[in-house]
């Protein structure tokens, strides 16, 4: 089975300030890896996928993820954060192979302050 | 071209009786899953529909079930509500692809 942490409950970020929300899986096979954020009162969005090739993912809103499979970690970052960005961020992980369950980690709420 | 989309949007039901969410997927899709996130928790797998069959099933009690339709669409059904059962329940379609679209919930509230 899999699962994935998120260390950080709560990231409170000045604007213009870069963040990076922390995200460890585990998996005794190959995962894909997903970000996604989740505005208030609203469904979720993909930020960004892992499936395979390049290390370092880019997504979309200027967010990016680096995937280091010796640390089993998938840090989302953002090098210049804005008011826009607060939301909930959620990072998951699936077996490969399309269209397979995704498990989710408990979120990270960013909250960025002027 | 239409997102996926789930009704209702809000729902109020009490304990013990049996509540039917709805969605409909991006257009294109042919597999649904459904998804229940508890409040300050991250989404947990509840079912997937591909074909009208439940093709993979998370760790949820037969209280819930699910049902596809040949047009894609699908419901989930929650029988013998219970006050746990309060979440906002999620819907995300895909098709032989790695990502899933997600809808915009049913806040499902039990009292």
């Known amino acids: 089975a899999q699962s994935v942490t998120q260390l950080d409950s709560q990231v409170p970020v000045f604007e213009e300030a870069p963040v990076e929300l922390r995200c460890n899986y585990s998996?005794?096979?190959?995962?894909?890896l997903f970000w996604y954020v989740q505005y208030p009162n609203q469904g979720l969005q993909l930020l960004l996928k892992?499936?395979?090739?390049?290390?370092l993912v880019k997504g979309i809103n200027g967010f990016e993820a680096e995937f280091n499979k010796s640390q089993t970690s998938f840090h989302l970052r953002k090098p210049s954060v804005h008011i826009s960005d607060t939301a909930e961020y959620f990072c998951?992980?699936?077996?490969?192979?399309?269209?397979?369950?995704?498990?989710f980690g408990t979120g990270t709420q960013l909250k960025v302050e002027l | 071209d239409a997102g996926v989309t789930q009704s209702p949007t809000h729902l109020i039901k009490t304990r013990g009786q049996q509540v039917t969410l709805r969605c409909s997927p991006k257009?294109?899709?042919?597999?649904v899953s459904w998804y229940q996130q508890a409040l300050g928790q991250g989404p947990q797998f509840i079912f997937q529909?591909?074909?009208?069959?439940?093709?993979q099933r998370g760790n949820f009690p037969d209280r819930f079930s699910g049902h596809q339709f040949p047009n894609y669409s699908s419901e989930l059904n929650v029988n013998a509500l219970l006050l746990g059962d309060s979440a906002l329940y999620l819907c995300?379609?895909?098709?032989?692809?790695?990502?899933?679209?997600f809808g915009p919930g049913t806040r499902l509230t039990v009292t």
């Open positions: 995300a379609s895909t098709r032989i692809s790695y990502e899933q679209y």
């Open positions: 998996s005794s096979v190959s995962v894909y």
């Open positions: 892992y499936l395979s090739g390049s290390t």
């Open positions: 998951a992980v699936s077996l490969t192979g399309g269209g397979n369950k995704l498990t």
């Open positions: 257009s294109g899709h042919d597999t």
């Open positions: 529909y591909y074909e009208e069959e439940e093709r």
